[in-house]
């Protein structure tokens, strides 16, 4: 990458983050994965620089490629989501449930970010189409947030013996 | 890493294409969503624009807005990320920088000196001569200008003779280290003409300074033994210098009035004592 592809890339970087940022995490639903997409999104166009600096909407190729691993990432996590949702109905997701309370109570033990969601899932029992609508991200990043959510609050019941 | 991409060949087929970012406020959070996402899988990398994403995301973030994305810390890990500089590429970069201001400065000033020659000032000249008189004056002080503490006189110096008498003129503030101020004169005829003279001398020599209310530069200037005349310039003013073989003198007008100095000074002091005018 020359010294002038790089300045046309970076100039695109600090144009562009926070709409192709916006973007993911619209999709995503985590900010940690979404500014990781982001990053990869300018990594491929710094692997493509030929490509990106002649290209005549730079702007609609980044967020082509972002969309792209956007969509890879969600195929990739699919599985394991599905993992994750049967794992409610188990014998120690029960016992996290039913122990809501006291680990909701607990600033230290999770996030409020994570709190928040489940009050709404398991206490306002909205679906996630509705949780979904209510933070404006795609339905599939609302239960990828939620099963994270759980997953904390899981390590959170194993670490602190509720 | 990703595959390339081709143009789409005449875009979407028309009857699949959808109408974009139109009703965006009567449209729900999904929908916008399922429609920005319809959006660009319609409109492809070429034709796909930037600011109509950015209308959807833009009402995304009015409604529910997110948390924003570390900017800084994600350029960290790209190949143009800023990353932090040693002290020595910091110091390199502060030398480059003084360098920097300093070669401004020089181009600002060399531009500067272009154009007031061109307007017919010579800056540098007057910067030099400046400078020469600034050196000449500490290495040689000036001599007494007003009479000593606790001596009587009409005025106590030229200065306060002007002062008295309403006369609005610069005069020297350097004369001969040798010499020292005397006395001043003031009169004023019948025709209401008027004529300040201040003496200055010591056992050696004596001047005067004279400032009367005739405007007769010419007049005063003419010296029929003269053996040099020529015109000093200061400051953009014109100052007749006229030297023979005892005295010296230079005239010059301030407003309705002429100023002279005359007597047993050499070509060097004068020079000097017109270039103290304020």
Redesign the interface.
Known sequence: ?THEQ??I??NL??Q????I???V???IGD?EL??DI??QT???A??KPDEICS???P???L???A??IVRRENDRAYHKLEQSLEALDSPIAAEVVSTFDEILSDPLAISAKDREILLLKYRDGLRH?EI????????LASIKRLSKALANCRSAYREKKF | MLNERQAPQGGANPKDRKQFGIDLDTKSNLELLDELDAYIQTAGEFELDGQMVHTYLAKLQERAPIEAGDQEAVCQGLPFGARRKTSSEASKDKHYHVFRQLLTGFAAVFALVVIAGALGYHPIGDAWEWLKEVAFIRMNPSGPMSLPDGVDGEYASLEDALKQNDMDISIPDWIPSDCAYVDTLFRRDDKGRIRVVAFYGSSQREFRIQCTSTNEVDIVGFDEKATEEYVFSVYGKSYTIILNTINSKATWNVGPYTCTISGELSQEELEHMIQSIQ
């Open positions: 990458m790089s300045k890339i970076s970087y600090r562009y983050f926070d709409d940022y916006g973007f995490y619209r999709h900010k979404s500014e982001t990053q300018f990594l491929t710094c692997q290209h005549e909407n702007i609609g190729w967020y082509i490629t969309s792209f189409r979904a609508e209510k933070y404006g991200i795609t339905e």
